[in-house]
């Protein structure tokens, strides 16, 4: 079972309590423009919940990687104006990271009120943890509430700091998430079915065993499935194969419930353009390197998922961005689509190969954590969820 963690519900709030909440609005962006909103529209029902409250609300949130610089492109502006837009409230940004120009922003806020510091990264404290940045911004507030689920993985000072003074609690998002992956972990019904994905074997290994102890079936894609055809003495041409895994991934393969392709489509190079030729995934010719799960293993892989009473996917099954590579993870997103069983997508690029596809409102549950969701599976628990635990214990 995993330890559960203090809830919105338990938190004493009434008008003019001030809340800081850590959302995770790193989304992705191109030109300034916000090119998929999920991680804002996610954090909606924790912001109305406190709203409804009369609370006074200070959102913090990173934006990719700035490394404790500011970096004009990597602000948070765009993410202040969608949400201004969603909540049909003025969410006001404030320059700077709990530095004075933000706590004058956070003096004048009136019950109800929503704002929002600049990046957390732009502050090198951030990252490093650093004790003095954590005070600092645990004395922005009264109260914090983390809904960041997709950067509970990170012991960054926004997210384990605040709950060692603060009363805390999960926000709405960081509870779902909890529930959904922590039932996966506790009393999956079977079969249950992972599909996994991605380029390097040795990035899932913790995954591949923690599932093992769970799953019926694991269906292998994406450039890691190379390593485990090595494993089996296939020819893989050029494919990227991980030599340090091919021992690992022959034991894996002995548990005899991992499937791997058993054809591929092939191209010289990974472009839009490519010429691609669909072969036996144990006799790729040299020169050709594999970029997608081929037609007859997507098919296999479909029927398998079509029985399935739980469906966990993290990782693409090939380059789908690419036309030429992109049928293999179109038919396993149908088939996690069509499923009956209860589905849920791993964050990440999983989670943006059923949004290409216009698929990801008939799937149960699209994590907004890749990594976060990754390292729940493995390990049960995050620094995240931990430091709310140990906070509500003083
Ligand atoms: C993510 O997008 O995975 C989270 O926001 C965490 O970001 P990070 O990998 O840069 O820590
Ligand atoms: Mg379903």
């Not at 709950?163 to 998430?177: C, I, M, N, Q, Y």
């Not at 506790?186 to 913790?206: E, N, Q, T, Y």
């Not at 993870?329 to 596809?357: E, L, Y």
Request: glycine residues 12%; contains cysteine; hydrophobic residues 45%.
């Amino acid at each position: 079972m995993v330890d559960p963690v203090p809830q919105l519900e338990d938190l004493e709030l009434k008008d003019g309590t001030r809340v800081l909440v850590r959302a995770d609005f790193n989304v992705p962006l191109r030109d300034g423009v916000i090119e998929d909103d999920l991680r804002i529209t996610a954090a909606l029902p924790t912001i109305k919940y406190l709203r409804s409250y009369g609370a006074e609300i200070v959102l913090c949130s990173h934006l990719g990687r700035p490394k404790g610089k500011v970096d004009p492109k990597l602000s948070l502006l765009p993410v202040a104006v969608r949400l201004s837009e969603l909540l049909g409230q003025q969410v006001g940004l404030a320059p700077d990271v709990g530095g004075y120009l933000s706590t004058g922003m956070i003096e004048s806020l009136q019950p109800g009120d929503i704002m929002m510091l600049e990046n957390l990264r732009f502050e090198p404290g951030e990252e490093a943890n650093d004790p003095a940045f954590a005070t600092n911004l645990s004395g922005l507030a009264d109260v914090y509430v983390d809904d960041a689920f997709g950067a509970a993985h990170r012991a960054h000072a926004s997210i384990v700091g605040p709950p060692v003074v603060l009363p805390s609690a999960a926000g709405r998002l960081l509870a779902r998430e909890v529930e959904v992956l922590g039932g996966l972990l506790d009393a999956p019904k079977h079969p249950f079915v992972a599909i996994l994905g991605g380029v390097k074997v040795s990035d899932k290994l913790g995954v591949i065993d923690a599932l093992l102890e769970r799953c019926d079936r694991i269906l292998i894609g994406g450039a890691m499935a190379f390593t485990f055809l090595a494993a089996r003495g296939a020819r893989v041409g050029d494919s990227l194969v991980q030599d340090d895994q091919v021992d690992h991934c022959r034991k894996l393969l002995e548990s005899g419930r991992i499937e791997i392709p058993t054809d591929v489509v092939a191209a010289a190079d990974m472009t839009a353009d490519a010429q691609t030729r669909h072969v036996r995934a144990d006799a790729i010719p040299d020169g050709l390197k594999g970029f997608d799960i081929g037609p007859e293993t997507a098919g296999t892989y479909a029927d398998i998922i079509s029985g399935a009473a739980t469906v966990l996917w993290n990782g693409p099954m090939g380059v789908f961005e690419l036309e030429p590579f992109a049928a293999g993870t179109h038919t396993v997103a149908q088939a996690v689509a069509d499923c009956r069983g209860f589905t849920v997508i791993g964050g990440g690029d999983s989670a943006s190969a059923v949004r290409h596809f216009g698929l990801a409102d008939r799937i149960d549950h699209v994590s907004t954590g890749g990594g976060a969701s990754l390292e729940f599976i493995e390990l049960g628990d995050l620094p995240g969820l931990q430091a709310l635990r140990k906070g509500s214990r003083k």
